[in-house]
C-alpha cells in the first residue's frame, strides 16, 4: 500500500464527513468525550468497532490489542502489560463509561497461533502476550474440535477469559459489585457481520438475532 492513499483519504473524510458534521464535531472537541462504553477489540484490521456498531466519534472509548486481552491485574506490574489497566482506569474513573465490551472475532489469527502452536519464533513478545490467552485454548481443545470450528470456540472461550480477568481489577470489581457497570462478551462474525453475544444464562453466545434485546437474554 502507498501511504499516500491514506493523506488522500483525509482529504476525502475531511471533505465527505467532517464538512457535514461541523457543529457536531465542534461540540465534541469544546465539550470533551463522554463515550457510554469501552470497547477492548482486536487489532485485526477487518474489525472496525465504530462500523460494526454503527457508532459516531465520541461514543466508543476503544483499546484494541493482539486477540482482545485484558491481562489479569495482577500480572499487570510483574509482566509490564499496563495500557489495558490505565485504559480501564480512564474509562471507569474518568469517563464513568456503564459498559465494558470484550469483543472477539471468529478467525482471529491470535488465537488460531495459539491453537495451532504456531505463534513465530521471532516474535517473542506476541508469544508471550498471547499466554494470556492460553487458558481458553486448553479448554476449548479439551472438546475435541479442528479446525476452524477448533479456533472459533476457542476465540469464545477467549472473550470469557478476558471478561474474568476484567473482574480482576478493583474498580471493575467494585462497580459490578454496585450494580453500576454490566459487562458484554461479544464476538464478530467476519463475513456476515453479526454479533455472537455472551449469555450468562446459557452460559453460551448466541447469535444476536436470537435474543430481543442485545446484552439481554430474551427467556
Ligand atoms: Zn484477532
Given at each position: 500500500m502507498n501511504i499516500d492513499k491514506l493523506i488522500r483519504g483525509n482529504k476525502s473524510f475531511r471533505k465527505e464527513y467532517v464538512a457535514g458534521a461541523r457543529d457536531f464535531l465542534e461540540r465534541l472537541a469544546s465539550q470533551g468525550q463522554s463515550p457510554g462504553a469501552l470497547f477492548i477489540g482486536c487489532s485485526?484490521?477487518?474489525?472496525?468497532p465504530e462500523l460494526l456498531t454503527s457508532s459516531s466519534p465520541g461514543e466508543l472509548f476503544v483499546v484494541r490489542n493482539v486477540a482482545n486481552i485484558v491481562p489479569p491485574a495482577d500480572e499487570v506490574r510483574s509482566l509490564g502489560d499496563d495500557s489495558v489497566g490505565a485504559a480501564i482506569e480512564y474509562a471507569l474513573?474518568?469517563?464513568?463509561?456503564?459498559h465494558i465490551v470484550v469483543c472477539g472475532h471468529y478467525g482471529c489469527g491470535g488465537v488460531r497461533a495459539l491453537v495451532e502452536a504456531h505463534?513465530?519464533?521471532?516474535?517473542p513478545n506476541l508469544s508471550e502476550w498471547l499466554m494470556h490467552a492460553a487458558p481458553a485454548t486448553v479448554r476449548a481443545g479439551r472438546l475435541g474440535l479442528t479446525g476452524g470450528e477448533a479456533v472459533d470456540r476457542a476465540v469464545e472461550e477467549n472473550v470469557e477469559e478476558q471478561m474474568a480477568n476484567l473482574a480482576t481489577y478493583p474498580s471493575v470489581h467494585d462497580r459490578l459489585e454496585r450494580g453500576v457497570l454490566q459487562l458484554h462478551g461479544w464476538v464478530y462474525d467476519l463475513?456476515?457481520?453479526?454479533l455472537s453475544i455472551w449469555d450468562p444464562h446459557t452460559e453460551t453466545f448466541r447469535h444476536m438475532d436470537e435474543i430481543r434485546e442485545p446484552g439481554v437474554p430474551s427467556s
Amino acid at each position: 500500500m502507498n501511504i499516500d492513499k491514506l493523506i488522500r483519504g483525509n482529504k476525502s473524510f475531511r471533505k465527505e464527513y467532517v464538512a457535514g458534521a461541523r457543529d457536531f464535531l465542534e461540540r465534541l472537541a469544546s465539550q470533551g468525550q463522554s463515550p457510554g462504553a469501552l470497547f477492548i477489540g482486536c487489532s485485526d484490521s477487518r474489525v472496525v468497532p465504530e462500523l460494526l456498531t454503527s457508532s459516531s466519534p465520541g461514543e466508543l472509548f476503544v483499546v484494541r490489542n493482539v486477540a482482545n486481552i485484558v491481562p489479569p491485574a495482577d500480572e499487570v506490574r510483574s509482566l509490564g502489560d499496563d495500557s489495558v489497566g490505565a485504559a480501564i482506569e480512564y474509562a471507569l474513573g474518568v469517563l464513568n463509561v456503564e459498559h465494558i465490551v470484550v469483543c472477539g472475532h471468529y478467525g482471529c489469527g491470535g488465537v488460531r497461533a495459539l491453537v495451532e502452536a504456531h505463534v513465530p519464533a521471532d516474535c517473542p513478545n506476541l508469544s508471550e502476550w498471547l499466554m494470556h490467552a492460553a487458558p481458553a485454548t486448553v479448554r476449548a481443545g479439551r472438546l475435541g474440535l479442528t479446525g476452524g470450528e477448533a479456533v472459533d470456540r476457542a476465540v469464545e472461550e477467549n472473550v470469557e477469559e478476558q471478561m474474568a480477568n476484567l473482574a480482576t481489577y478493583p474498580s471493575v470489581h467494585d462497580r459490578l459489585e454496585r450494580g453500576v457497570l454490566q459487562l458484554h462478551g461479544w464476538v464478530y462474525d467476519l463475513r456476515a457481520g453479526y454479533l455472537s453475544i455472551w449469555d450468562p444464562h446459557t452460559e453460551t453466545f448466541r447469535h444476536m438475532d436470537e435474543i430481543r434485546e442485545p446484552g439481554v437474554p430474551s427467556s
